[in-house]
């Protein structure tokens, strides 16, 4: 439909079709309640036997029988004629080869017919009488009883016209199988009376076309949103893409020339090549005597052993106006340290020792040790980090709850390999072998300045050393709160970042750079020791 018109002139011829189908379907249900004849009265076999006419009620006339070979004679009278068309006329066809045959016997032939599914009638109501009309037949079924194939029918264009428009074709009753569509003119062409019905109305474009925008503004970034993460998009270069086929030997049977990183096979005397890979790779505990395959970085032997090892130098961000100050970090024992020299913090991340019952490469705390921790006392509003795991994913949530924090999140980091595979021999799980790990996030307050919805809940990063936590976490936190004070409990000299203070028992003494922080640190802390309780005491 090209205009409004159109549409509104297809609306009404639509609501005028609708009424005719409704009294084409009470007269049809006025005749099954006259005859007192339902769907599952009809007889299913067409060639059960000869149709009878059957007198009415209250008529004493002969009952006539229409034989089988004028029933084959009135199939193929109708297998040659132009549908729709009303009883009377098809009446005067068959008489011209059944001379002998009524218009009610031929009603009823018709009728019994149409309970076979050789055919289609409708009844129109004009001018108080009622008229049978035959709408179309089945061809197929017709030529499979009287042996002949189907003619085809010549018939006048004008005459095709006028009688699709004064019998239009459409009921829903129907299945499709059964109709013969017919087509009508209208002026976007021509189309059929099915179609015309399930065109959609102007409304119905409008509403559409209204929803399409709607989802266009839900779903395209703003402006503000498109600046925030371009401010906190990798630069040009800063990442390299691991090769999918590991080796360069692998990589070079598919294509000659690549410029992802690539591994190197590392081989040693007591190595054995048949063996395999090793499942732990670079986080084995026994490389110098492991006979089973390593492998190391092409080309940079020690750039992953540097950056594991190096503390993180400090953050120069051009393109934005926030400050990173250097890592700091004191050597201290958590359980006795004065917590109120440190100040208040917007994010807190700990990944305590759990007692997790199983053997670990270095000591753990006590539940109630843990429920103890003074917590709250350096943060009013702002997030905690919790990393739990095992037994300990229950008591970490009683914890944020003793803590005065709501769980809002939960992070899951996936482990892979050193080949950027999935881990499948972790050596955490008592009936399982676990392959991730989870953060709980937990809210306080009311926090302010913080950046939502730029990172998903799922991290996908590399194992390293044992209970080393992915580094992708501080880009995470530190994109959710841009150029805030961060605070890490349980941390070790991997750990340390720009704009964090890290805490714990195996870090290199003491390193702090703000002023305030160091005041107070040593008026509580003369001797720069805080492995024991002070000896000022504690608040």
């Not at 109305?201 to 703003?222: N, R």
Request: glycine letters at 6%; hydrophobic letters at 30%; charged letters at 30%.
């Amino acid at each position: 439909m090209s205009s409004t018109g159109d549409i509104e002139a297809n609306k009404q011829r639509r609501e005028k079709l609708r009424d005719k189908i409704k009294k084409r379907k009470q007269g049809l249900q006025s005749f099954n309640a006259a005859e007192n004849v339902t769907p599952n009265e009809a007889p299913q076999n067409f060639t059960s036997g000869a149709i009878v006419s059957e007198p009415k009620d209250g008529q004493t006339t002969e009952e006539e029988e229409i034989s089988k070979e004028d029933e084959k004679k009135i199939l193929e009278k109708l297998s040659v004629m132009t549908f729709p068309s009303d009883l009377t006329t098809v009446h005067e066809s068959v008489k011209e080869v059944i001379t002998a045959i009524s218009l009610e016997s031929f009603e009823r032939a018709v009728k019994r017919l149409e309970e076979q599914d050789l055919l289609r009638t409708d009844s129109l109501t004009k001018d108080a009488a009622s008229t049978l009309t035959i709408l179309s037949v089945d061809q197929a079924k017709i030529s499979s009883i009287t042996g002949s194939s189907p003619a085809p029918v010549e018939t006048d264009s004008k005459d095709l016209k006028r009688k699709n428009e004064e019998f239009p074709v459409s009921d829903a009753s129907v299945p499709p199988s059964k109709v013969q569509v017919t087509k009508v003119k209208t002026k976007g062409g021509e189309d059929s009376i099915e179609s015309l019905l399930s065109s959609t109305t102007f409304k119905e474009q409008e509403s559409k076309e209204m929803g399409q925008e709607l989802f266009d503004l839900l779903t395209v970034p703003t402006v503000k949103e498109q600046s925030l993460a371009e401010k906190f998009k990798s630069r040009e270069g800063s990442v390299r893409e691991f090769c999918s086929r590991g080796t360069r030997e692998e990589c070079s049977k598919v294509k000659p020339s690549c410029d992802k990183l690539h591994f190197r096979r590392i081989i040693k005397g007591h190595t054995d090549e048949s063996l395999g890979d090793c499942s732990f790779l670079n986080t084995c505990f026994h490389m110098d005597t492991c006979k089973y395959v390593h492998y190391e970085v092409e080309n940079s032997p020690t750039v992953v052993e540097k950056a594991v090892a190096s503390p993180a130098k400090k953050v120069e961000r051009s393109d934005s106006k926030v400050t990173m100050l250097p890592p700091q970090w004191i050597q201290c024992d958590i359980r006795f340290l004065d917590k109120s020299v440190l100040g208040k913090f917007a994010v807190i991340m700990a990944d305590p020792p759990w007692d997790i019952h199983m053997e670990l490469p270095y000591g753990t705390m006590q539940d109630d040790e843990m429920r103890k921790l003074d917590i709250p006392i350096i943060q009013d509003d702002g997030f905690l980090f919790l990393w739990v795991t095992g037994r300990a994913m229950e008591l970490g949530r009683e914890c944020l709850r003793v803590w005065g924090y709501q769980q809002v999140e939960e992070l899951i980091w996936v482990k892979t390999n050193q080949l950027q595979r999935l881990i499948r021999t972790g050596r955490t799980g008592h009936w399982l072998n676990h392959g991730k790990e989870h953060c709980l996030v937990g809210i306080k307050g009311n926090p302010e300045g913080y950046n939502k919805g730029l990172d998903a809940d799922v991290i996908v990063a590399e194992v390293r050393q044992t209970s080393h936590k992915p580094d992708e976490i501080y880009g995470l936190i530190e994109r959710l709160s841009p150029g805030t004070r961060k605070i890490e409990f349980f941390g070790r000299m991997h750990n340390v970042q720009p704009n964090w203070v890290t805490l714990g028992n195996q870090l290199d003494g003491v390193h702090l750079v703000e002023p305030e922080l160091i005041k107070n640190f040593k008026e509580k802390y003369p001797d720069m020791n805080a492995l024991k309780p002070s000896s000022k005491g504690n608040h």
